[in-house]
């Protein structure tokens, strides 16, 4: 069946300052959520099957009142960009949840910085930042 494969799935994810924390001694870090899937790929060579495959992204993924419509009209079009893409499907055989908040540090600093995340207002912050408050309020 050959050899397996690791696809990483990113979650949110951003840079902690050591700034905010309560000591200047530890050293800048990375908080982030990631599931990594493992298994075997196989090609799709068919390329009826990999328009077939679009066809089914755009139904689900494009809005009843969008203006891209996935038909004749644009058959040619599809035809010639979908042989630049690789399509596969993937047979699991396991997934793993990865995460990294700041569970190892003491309460006060993990407070600390998800205070300072909540400032930053970026999307992945203010994610990671409801994780941490999360993880704090089950731990209580």
Do not use: C
Request: charged fraction near 25%.
């Amino acid at each position: 069946m050959g050899q397996e494969v690791l696809i990483i799935f990113p979650g949110p994810h951003t840079y902690i300052s050591s700034s905010w924390y309560e000591s200047t001694l530890p050293v800048p870090t990375w908080n982030y959520v990631a599931v990594h899937v493992y298994g075997y790929i196989e090609i799709i060579e068919d390329q009826k099957e990999v328009i077939s495959t679009l066809e089914k992204l755009v139904a689900k993924y494009e809005r009843k009142s969008s203006s891209y419509k996935f038909d004749e009209t644009n058959q040619t079009f599809i035809e010639g960009l979908s042989k630049g893409i690789v399509a596969f499907k993937l047979s699991i055989t396991r997934m793993e949840g990865k995460w990294k908040l700041s569970q190892n540090h003491s309460e006060e600093r993990r407070k600390r910085v998800v205070d300072n995340l909540e400032q930053l207002q970026s999307e992945d912050a203010l994610s990671i930042a409801k994780l941490m408050k999360n993880n704090l309020n089950e731990s209580v």
